[in-house]
């Protein structure tokens, strides 16, 4: 079946969200539509209803025969986790449902819409057509108007809420018990029903409602709990009703909702009661300004407060409600706004990010940390102007956070803060870290039960750390640094919260000096050295590792550049592994490459390394063409398979596929120069390859895109080794960068070039020469190489006007180049049609200056504005 089309991309396999059935009788999977069927869709997609999803199909398969039911138009599917036999799934509505609304909606005048517009805020939308089925017969029972429903996970009951707008007192939340076949109205009438959500036991219920307020111009809503088998719900928690309750506030359908573990407390938000609708802001008088106030002491750029807007005004006061004393307690407030309850309840806590806010446009996140009680809402200051932030350890005994390339813990019994790895000697923070920002840690593996101890990362060992600092130990015994061996935890079981000192840990290992990866295990407990398990020159996927549930049995997947990431299962030995799918087989008709990892020397004599790809039938004495690809460190894809496919850079499979050698060199920065840094680091590099005899220097090329964009528009200014480059959204101009917005989040630049990748170290007023000196545009009239650019004008990252500024620079200086800009894309390609496009006039392009191919038209002719479709498209 086909789960490739329908405008997903290169990832729709994804959308096929593939399950077997409890029982493993059945899979259940989604189909994409075909091309045709989506081309048929296309005229109503052209009227008001302008659906962006198109509807998929739902496939049954009976794994006892392999016979296949298809049902059409399905939005979505449900199974229980651990019970057989049933399926639930919820229908698109019929598109001629759709047509017969777009109709009406047509006839309705103006008049009509603005005497109607106090009742379109209790518009709802119908719910659709949701089918229960039973595997086993295919019997299916229909129920209809529904929005939303689940499987409780043991498969006693299925719970649905409808929305009726015909007939709103239908409208509830209901359960079907699936043994007796008996219907629940757990609480119904005409309102809304949102946010629903179970315990962790899967014994209550709670979900909120307007319904005791719907006929009000603004209704608020209520928190209702339902015991899973009563015969209805209870109202927990009400402005108008629940003790304690703050005047002038009402439980808000703008947050969610979460259970303590224990199930004895929930966890919502209460926001204020909205006053009476005023004019509509679409309706502002034409003699109205219409403006925005930049102020200098704004808490964020006005691009930034527009993109947050939406969440702040959403915002709610995190709360609490007892179930066993019926007790409600207010935990965040405007002074302190977001507040986070941990998971046994005894404990909340804040990061306060508020008091720093300006510092994020220039240096860092910056918070307050505080704990809060929840059965009271007092709360404590622990750490002020922490940069970064803090986390609660599982049992709740704890605070930790990392400061000073230190890690710190704060003994909530003690009230007292201790720095527990001070008198050691060996790092914590990144060894390698080169950025003018503080260094990050390397993590955490994880807390031993009842905070006993918590697992802590150093670049190779997990060392065992005692929460008052009397402790310090290598559970991996040094063998790591020993052995250039990084060892990483894995947690085989996602509702383990802690580590069992006495159990076997499955560690992650990676040789980070050839790049082998594979499993060693060890314990917390005891002081034997970590035991190898298996270890090849290969990547075993670390994501991609699952155990089943009550079995010691794991699939995980295993490539390599020219092996394809198939699916492998084992026992915990990993003494025999067997690989279990062979879709690698469709690369062998194809020529591939080999890739293998190099050390060389900077320019500065810094130990380097970088991956180097030879076609699989290389020929040491013939010269190849050489494609440069960089970003920053690139070394650990050693064994990435790149699946051939169009984007937004080279794919090394297809350039290794025809004819050309792959070089992807580490860069490694100091603070300052990036530009002279990339320089030190790519030269050496092509020059050593150069000197082995098979690149032909007359054909070396190289591609990058964004930061890697910027140090080719750079390098480009300093050398001419290269006879082609691609500079991908780069930027040209730091001076207009820095104070430049990154449109899709609305942040200034400022921190990039003080903190952060751009690697500057001060503003522009304190080292201003920098700037101008690592900006390419002050150093164009130097650049002798052909470059080809795309930088698309809706970039949220970088500015496109970046790119515009060099093209223009360049054509002004009779440089050759070429920018293409895909209207309306992002910062990297989306869209399938614009991805092929580019990749093939990327290939055109070096394959012309590289490979001596003919120049397509579009670079010897250009393509005019007054030359292309009024859709837009190009002639060429």
């Not at 008049?111 to 209790?122: A, F, P, Y």
């Not at 005791?212 to 009400?238: H, R």
């Not at 150093?779 to 970046?802: E, F, I, S």
Request: proline share 5%; charged share 25%.
């Amino acid at each position: 079946y086909v789960v490739g089309y329908s405008g997903e991309g290169v990832n729709a396999q994804k959308s096929a969200d593939p399950n077997f059935s409890y029982d493993a009788s059945h899979i259940i999977f989604l189909i994409s539509q075909s091309k045709a069927e989506v081309d048929s869709l296309k005229n109503i997609k052209k009227n008001k209803n302008k659906k962006k999803t198109v509807p998929k199909k739902l496939a049954i398969m009976n794994l006892a025969d392999g016979n296949t039911t298809v049902i059409d138009s399905v939005k979505s599917y449900s199974l229980p986790k651990e019970a057989g036999g049933w399926l639930a799934y919820l229908k698109e509505a019929p598109v001629d449902t759709l047509k017969k609304q777009n109709d009406q909606d047509k006839k309705q005048t103006e008049e009509e819409k603005k005497e109607d517009k106090s009742k379109k805020k209790k518009e709802k939308k119908d719910g659709t057509r949701l089918v229960l089925r039973f595997l086993a017969d295919a019997n299916e029972t229909i129920i209809e108007y529904v929005s939303d429903y689940r499987f409780l996970k043991k498969g006693e009951y299925l719970l649905y809420i409808t929305s009726n707008k015909q007939q709103p007192e239908t409208d509830g939340v209901y359960a079907i018990n699936l043994k007796t076949h008996q219907q629940i109205s757990i609480t119904t009438g005409a309102g809304n029903y949102k946010k629903w959500t179970l315990d962790k036991a899967q014994k209550l219920l709670a979900v909120l409602s307007d319904r005791d307020d719907y006929e009000a111009e603004n209704p608020t809503f209520n928190l209702y709990g339902w015991k899973v088998g009563a015969p209805k719900a209870e109202l927990w928690v009400s402005h108008a009703s629940t003790r304690g309750f703050p005047a002038g506030l009402a439980v808000s359908d703008k947050s969610t909702l979460s259970f303590s573990e224990d199930g004895q407390i929930i966890m919502f938000g209460v926001k204020e009661i909205p006053e009476a609708a005023e004019q509509d802001t679409a309706e502002v008088a034409e003699d109205e300004a219409k403006f925005e106030l930049w102020h200098w002491n704004d808490p964020y750029p006005q691009p930034q407060q527009k993109k947050m807007a939406q969440r702040v005004r959403d915002n709610t006061y995190q709360s609490v409600y007892f179930l066993n004393g019926k007790k409600f307690v207010q935990l965040a407030d405007k002074e302190l706004p977001e507040v986070r309850l941990a998971r046994l309840g005894k404990w909340a806590y804040a990061n306060h990010s508020w008091p720093y806010t300006k510092l994020v446009s220039w240096d860092g996140a910056y918070n307050d940390v505080y704990l809060i009680s929840p059965a009271n809402g007092e709360r404590t200051l622990v750490k002020s102007k922490l940069y970064g932030s803090a986390s609660l350890s599982p049992n709740e005994k704890y605070l930790y956070w990392f400061e000073d390339n230190h890690w710190f813990i704060h003994d909530i019994r003690k009230k007292t803060a201790i720095n527990v790895t001070q008198q050691i000697e060996i790092s914590f923070a990144l060894e390698d870290w080169d950025t003018p920002r503080p260094a990050r840690p390397y993590g955490i593996a994880g807390w031993t039960d009842d905070d006993k101890s918590v697992l802590i990362y150093d670049r190779y060992d997990i060392w065992e750390l005692a929460p008052n600092g009397s402790k310090a130990r290598m559970i991996t015994e040094g063998y790591g640094r020993e052995n250039d061996l990084c060892f990483r935890y894995i947690n085989l079981d996602p509702e383990k919260k802690t580590i069992n000192p006495k159990e076997e840990l499955l560690l992650y290992t990676t040789n980070e000096e050839t790049m082998a990866s594979g499993f060693y295990s060890d314990r917390v407990s005891g002081n034997e050295r970590p035991q190898r398990l298996l270890m090849a020159e290969k990547n075993f996927e670390r994501r991609s590792i699952q155990k089943a549930k009550n079995q010691d049995r794991v699939i995980f997947s295993r490539s390599s550049f020219d092996e394809f990431p198939d699916i492998w299962f084992s026992d915990l030995s990993f003494a025999n592994p067997q690989k279990i799918t062979d879709l690698g087989s469709q690369i062998d008709s194809f020529l591939w490459g080999k890739a293998e990892l190099i050390d060389f020397l900077s320019a500065d004599n810094k130990p380097l390394k970088g991956i180097l790809i030879k076609p699989e039938d290389f020929d040491p004495n013939q010269q190849y063409p050489l494609m440069v690809y960089i970003y920053e460190t690139l070394h650990d894809n050693l064994h990435r398979f790149w699946t051939p496919s169009p984007g937004t850079s080279i794919n090394p499979s297809y350039y290794i596929s025809n004819g050309y050698i792959i070089w992807m060199p580490d860069i490694e920065y100091d603070t300052g120069y990036p530009g002279q840094d990339a320089l030190k680091c790519v030269l050496p590099g092509i020059q050593m390859l150069i000197r082995d005899g098979y690149i032909n220097e007359k054909a070396v090329g190289i591609q990058g895109h964004s930061w890697g964009g910027y140090q080719i528009a750079y390098m480009i200014t300093q050398t001419n080794i290269f006879a082609a480059a691609e500079a991908g959204a780069p930027v040209s101009n730091m001076i207009s960068a820095y104070g430049g917005i990154r449109w899709s989040t609305g942040m200034v630049r400022q921190f990039q070039y003080e903190k952060t990748q751009s690697r500057i170290g001060a503003s522009l007023w304190e080292a201003p020469l920098r700037y101008i000196e690592n900006s390419p545009i002050f150093w164009a009239d130097k650049v002798q190489t052909p470059l080809l650019m795309m930088h698309n004008d809706d970039d949220g990252a970088v500015p496109w006007y970046q790119g515009i500024e060099y093209m223009m620079a360049l054509r002004r200086l009779e440089k050759e180049a070429y920018m293409l800009n895909y209207n309306g894309e992002k910062h990297g390609l989306r869209k399938r049609v614009n991805q092929m496009d580019w990749t093939i006039r990327m290939a055109e392009f070096f394959d012309h200056h590289l490979k001596a191919a003919p120049a397509p038209e579009w670079m010897t002719e250009g393509i005019h504005a007054w030359d292309k479709k009024k859709t837009g498209e190009s002639k060429n």
